[in-house]
């Protein structure tokens, strides 16, 4: 989708600070940081958000959920913990238009989440 932010990113058209590329998705740094790890872990797929989901894509959350998991462990993360969101839609903030797993780490998280 050539108006969409992350897909702009996807194909290099818009820099980012890469931190992990495969065929299936891409991983780079928040551009505005909410904890000392924060990473966006994106599909290559254009999806707008979860609520546009179909079965096919139940492997892709799978990998990207497994690969958010490998990058926290990569920083150091894994025992003392961290957080992954996937925002949907206004209420929750959504703002960029293609689905994105959040991973934060490095400080206490607050929960419930405000
Ligand atoms: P959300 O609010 O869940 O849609 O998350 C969108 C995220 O994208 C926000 O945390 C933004 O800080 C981040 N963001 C926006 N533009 C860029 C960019 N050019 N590079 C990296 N992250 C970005
Ligand atoms: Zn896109």
């Given at each position: 989708?050539?108006?969409?932010?992350?897909?702009?990113?996807?194909?290099?058209?818009?820099?980012?600070?890469?931190?992990?590329?495969?065929?299936?998705?891409?991983?780079?740094?928040d551009?505005?940081?909410q904890?000392?790890?924060?990473?966006l872990?994106v599909?290559?797929?254009?999806?707008a958000s979860l609520n546009?989901?179909?079965?096919?894509?139940?492997?892709?959350?799978?990998?990207?959920?497994?690969?958010?998991?490998?990058?926290?462990?990569?920083?150091?993360?894994?025992?003392?913990?961290?957080r992954t969101v996937f925002n949907t839609n206004r209420e929750a903030g959504q703002t960029v238009f293609h689905i994105h797993l959040h991973l934060l780490?490095?400080?206490?998280?607050?929960?419930?989440p405000g």
């Open positions: 989708m050539s108006d969409c932010l992350f897909c702009q990113i996807i194909e290099g058209r818009i820099p980012a600070a890469m931190v992990h590329q495969d065929d299936t998705l891409v991983a780079f740094r551009i505005n940081p904890a000392p790890l924060h990473l872990i599909p290559r797929k254009h999806i546009d989901l179909s079965p096919e894509d139940d492997a892709l959350i799978g990998v990207l959920m497994r690969r958010a998991a490998a990058l926290a462990r990569a920083h150091g993360y894994e025992e003392r913990g961290y780490a490095g400080r206490s998280l607050a929960w419930p």
